[in-house]
Structures are given as C-alpha cells and as structure tokens.
C-alpha cells in the first residue's frame, strides 16, 4: 500500500461515518513520511494565510462552467433518509447552470433521483455506487448502477469512493464490480486516492478511464503552493495510467482544522476554486469538483472541517469570492 496520495476522510456525501474512526490511523501514516512530495512543495506559508505569496497567483482567465460537480443533496439531514422530497430537483436548479456533469456517490435513493434529474436537465452523469464492507449492500449498489445504465442515465459508471484506501473491498472484489458494470458498455471507473491507484495497477488495467482523487488540504500543502502539488501528483498518476485518461476530484474546505501549512477558510477555499479550474483548463483536464453544497450532518463525523467543503451554503447561496471562478464579479 501507498501512503501518498492521501485524500479526506468522509468526503463524498454517502454513507462514510466509519472514515472518521479511520482518519486517526491515517495521521500515523502521514506522519511516518508518506508525503515526500508535499514536503518538498511547500513555500513555508503559515496557518493562518489568506493570500497566497507571490508568484502564486491564478491567472485572470476564468471559466463559466465547471468540468464537472459532486452533488449530494443532503444539506439538511443524513443519508441514512433520503432528501426530502423536491430537494434533489431544487439544489439542481441552483448548480445545474454552472457545470457539464453532475457525480452522485450512489445510485439508489437519492442518488438515482438525482441522476434521473440531472439527465434530464441535459447534465452529463456520473452515477457511483457506493462500496463499504458489507457485500449485500455492495451487490444493490452495483446493480442499482446497472439499472441506471441500461437506462441510459449513466454517462460515466464509479464503482467505489476510496474503498481501496479505506480496505472497505479488496483489490479483486473490487475490479469483480468494475467488470460487472462494463459489461452494459458504459464506460466504468473507480474513484481513489492517486497513491491507492499507483499501488493497484490490476486496478488501473480494469478501469477504461481513471479518477484520482487529489487533496492538498488533507496532505498538509499550504495554498501558495496547492496547484504545484497537485500538478506533481498528476504526472505520478499520469505516467502509471499509460494511455488511459485520468480525471481528478479535488476541493478545498472553507472551514476547519488547520493540518500542518493547509488552512481551512474562505479566501483559500476560492483561491482554490479558481486556479484549479484555470489550470484545468490550461491542460485539458476533466474533474469532478468537491463539492455543490455544504453537508453539516459530516461535522459530528469528521469534526467541523466536514461540513464546509461545498461552493454553495446549506441556503443555496454561493459562497463568498466563489464567483470568479465562473466569470462573474
């Protein structure tokens, strides 16, 4: 196993509490000089920074839509209950004119309600199925996948959210559900950390593209030096997908704990924002950003970092000095 390319314990609006019991153990392994690479990037910016340092600026081109969004709805409650009824096709309204593609982190519930309206507002869907430990509920997830693909509601099939890194599955089981779902010609991938990724090249063999997850918050990168590492780890995973396309997930919170040079607030969450998208953009890169909207039921979970990771507030107001980065003031 891989101990670089870490990613955020609970991210993905699915069912994730048990990452927060896990999240300790990652310390361990961050701290046992897993990161070399964010070592090495760093600018010694300290806690507390709001402006990146010179040299650092995102260019003035900004983009009008996103690549593509993760989406769960549940700004009000948990996912152990389904949304509210009309909350999947109201939350859509609010982001739909401002991505290509919606991510669901499953595809039964909420989650293919939200990938039944997403396509029918004319949205590109990644439907993912969300694979824990118990292999029952990871049967109905692939299956509510391949209902969904056959049809024709799924653009692009996600099979797992860091269930490698999380050893929720293991390698085999794993490329076992990748397989099940290509066999309905939809083009299927999983979703993990890019470290997971390079470790598991039975994985990257089974996958027709690659999503890689890519975190500087969570692998204690200060803001200044945030697109450098990602770019850094990009070539890694590029280099081990050979031909295959890789696409990204990645975000920054706009609250939280400060991890190392990493600070957690509204300035850096859309600095972020901004110059991701513009580099992106520069390298003809597709990625799924983290995430639409706030998730306060996380906060019990993962501390107070969990429920700040989306560009829209639990009301539906975009956040402060995300604007931008979609081409308005």
């Not at 972020?272 to 639409?292: G, I, M």
Request: charged share 15%.
């Amino acid at each position: 196993m891989h101990s670089i390319g870490r990613s955020p314990a609970g991210h993905g609006g699915g069912p994730r509490v048990r990452r927060a019991v896990l999240a300790a153990a990652a310390v361990v392994l961050l701290a046992a000089g897993g990161l070399s690479c964010a070592g090495a990037s760093k600018q010694g910016s300290q806690p507390g920074t709001t402006t990146p340092v010179a040299g650092s600026k995102a260019t003035a081109a900004t983009t009008s839509r996103l690549s593509g969004l993760c989406f769960s709805p549940y700004t009000r409650g948990t996912p152990a209950s389904d949304a509210a009824p009309g909350t999947v096709d109201s939350l859509l309204g609010i982001v739909s004119p401002y991505t290509d593609s919606i991510r669901t982190f499953g595809s039964l519930g909420s989650g293919a309600e939200t990938a039944t309206a997403a396509n029918a507002l004319g949205l590109k869907v990644a439907v993912g199925a969300d694979i824990e430990s118990d292999p029952v509920r990871n049967d109905a997830q692939v299956a509510g996948v391949i209902s969904l693909a056959s049809a024709g509601k799924v653009d692009l099939a996600v099979i797992g959210e860091e269930s490698l890194y999380f050893n929720f599955t293991d390698e085999q089981k794993l490329i076992d559900y990748i397989n099940r779902v290509k066999k309905t010609g939809v083009t299927t991938t999983t979703s993990e950390t890019w470290g997971e990724l390079i470790g598991h090249p039975r994985v990257i063999a089974a996958c027709d593209v690659l999503v890689a997850n890519m975190f500087p918050y969570w692998e204690n990168v200060d803001i200044a030096s945030s697109i450098k590492y990602l770019e850094s780890s990009y070539q890694k995973i590029t280099k081990a997908a050979g031909s295959k396309e890789v696409m990204i997930e990645t975000g920054w919170p706009s609250a939280g704990a400060t991890r190392g040079a990493a600070v957690a607030n509204p300035a850096n969450a859309a600095y972020y924002l901004k110059a991701f998208t513009s580099w992106a953009r520069s390298h003809k890169v597709k990625y799924f950003y983290f995430e639409a909207f706030d998730e306060p039921w996380k906060v019990a979970h993962e501390g107070e970092v969990g429920g700040h990771w989306g560009i829209w507030d639990t009301s539906g107001q975009m956040k402060p000095g995300m604007a931008p980065a979609f081409g308005k003031p």
